[in-house]
């Protein structure tokens, strides 16, 4: 979030958003399922410009063994961002930003994985942003989500993600690179399948109004979003009904 240019206009006369968005409208996106064949499960997202790869590995034996739990599986997520995937590059290895991503989405997915059914491995989400557009830990969430799937962990439901923010005074959802340079806040938020919130965070400042507007807004995103992560899961696992032998 940085001083906006004095004559830069983010939201036209007619409600509109550079990109020609509503406020209530997310990117598009793209979902692909399966793309990495070393991975037990992967997926690979674009959502506006962003581009995204998760690849998931496990339950598979915890390493090092102090790692281990006894009574469950240790989930870890790994967020990186290749030093091409940003205007100025990307320094190389963990940065406070991505150690903080990774911490937050892990806990994100933590209250709907079953951990619980296999003590002593681990689950781990590997994430690699190939283009950053703003809102890279949304559009990984979703990838993940979709990746843990594919590797059939098993999950009491899915984890569908999304933002909103305040551009030029007004609620706007999932917020594009302009929006956030020049936005006055950005308020990244996960959910379950039944709504309820597994990550919130906040960076500007936003009423309390403010907050349950774009609360309703990132519910639709959310369901949009639900929509299309379980019709790509569909077409990949759901067996065709045969359709019964016409009588002669
Ligand atoms: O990507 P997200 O919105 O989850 O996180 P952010 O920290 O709010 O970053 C917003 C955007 O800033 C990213 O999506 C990138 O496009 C950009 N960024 C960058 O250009 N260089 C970085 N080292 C980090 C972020």
Not at 66 to 92: G, H, L, T, W
Not at 127 to 133: H, N, P, R
Not at 231 to 246: I, S
Request: charged share 30%; aromatic share 6%.
């Amino acid at each position: 979030m940085s001083n906006k240019p004095e004559n830069l206009i983010l939201i036209t006369d007619d409600g509109l958003r550079l990109d020609g968005r509503c406020a209530d409208e997310i990117r598009p996106m793209k979902i692909e399922i399966g793309v990495l064949s070393r991975a037990d499960g992967s997926c690979y997202l674009e959502w506006g410009r962003n581009k995204i790869l998760v690849g998931v590995f496990g339950p598979r034996e915890a390493h090092p063994r102090r790692s281990q739990r006894a009574d469950s599986a240790v989930i870890r997520y790994k967020y990186n961002m290749a030093s091409f995937s940003v205007e100025d590059r990307a320094r190389p290895g963990p940065s406070r930003r991505s150690i903080e991503i990774s911490k937050v989405s892990r806990e994100a997915f933590e209250p709907v994985i079953l951990a619980e059914l296999y003590p002593k491995t681990a689950i781990d989400i590997f994430v690699e942003v190939l283009q950053a557009d703003a809102g890279t830990r949304t559009a990984a969430i979703n990838a993940s989500s979709i990746a843990l799937a594919d590797a059939g962990i098993p999950m009491k439901g899915l984890i569908t993600s999304c933002a909103f923010g305040k551009v030029d005074g007004q609620i706007v959802l999932d917020l594009n690179k302009e929006e956030d340079n020049y936005g006055e806040a950005d308020f990244p938020v996960a959910m379950t399948q039944d709504g309820e919130i597994t990550l919130i965070q906040m960076d500007g400042h936003l009423t309390p109004e403010e907050i349950k507007k774009g609360l309703e807004l990132v519910k639709k995103g959310c369901k949009e979003i639900l929509a299309l992560q379980q019709a790509v899961l569909r077409k990949k696992f759901e067996t065709p009904v045969e359709e019964p032998a016409a009588e002669a």
